[in-house]
Nanobody, 116 residues
Framework: QVQLVESGGGLVQPGGSLRLSCAASGFAVTNYFMSWYRQAPGKEREWVATISSSGANTNYADAVIGRFTISKDNGKNMAYLQMNSLKPDDTAVYYC?????????WGRGTQITVSS
């Protein structure tokens, strides 16, 4: 059974940090680009970051450059999103996505709330 499960969400104060994890099962992340997306209340889902199948290349949305870091551990079949210097505008449900030329998989998301 193919599954992506995000974890690590929660409430954090502005300026704080969180690390999201994405656990994959039923397929090998080593064969997939892994991405994080987010969806804030009343807004469309937006792309945040992507890491290549090998992990050698990463790309980020302008809004998170310098603050967020995407990574993956192919041996553990996991992807991660380290989020630093969090802002209230980062409040959203964060989703993990696995992509290759043939298939896309989405997780169910984890809520991040940045508030004092």
């Amino acid at each position: 059974q193919v599954q992506l499960v995000e974890s690590g969400g929660g409430l954090v104060q502005p300026g704080g940090s969180l690390r999201l994890s994405c656990a994959a099962s039923g397929f090998a992340v080593t064969n997939y680009f892994m991405s994080w997306y987010r969806q804030a209340p009343g807004k469309e889902r937006e792309w945040v970051a992507t890491i290549s199948s090998s992990g050698a290349n990463t790309n980020y949305a302008d809004a998170v450059i310098g603050r967020f870091t995407i990574s993956k551990d192919n041996g553990k079949n996991m992807a991660y999103l380290q989020m630093n210097s969090l802002k209230p505008d980062d409040t959203a449900v964060y989703y993990c996505k696995a992509t290759n030329v043939n298939r896309n998989f989405w997780g169910r998301g984890t809520q991040i709330t940045v508030s004092s």
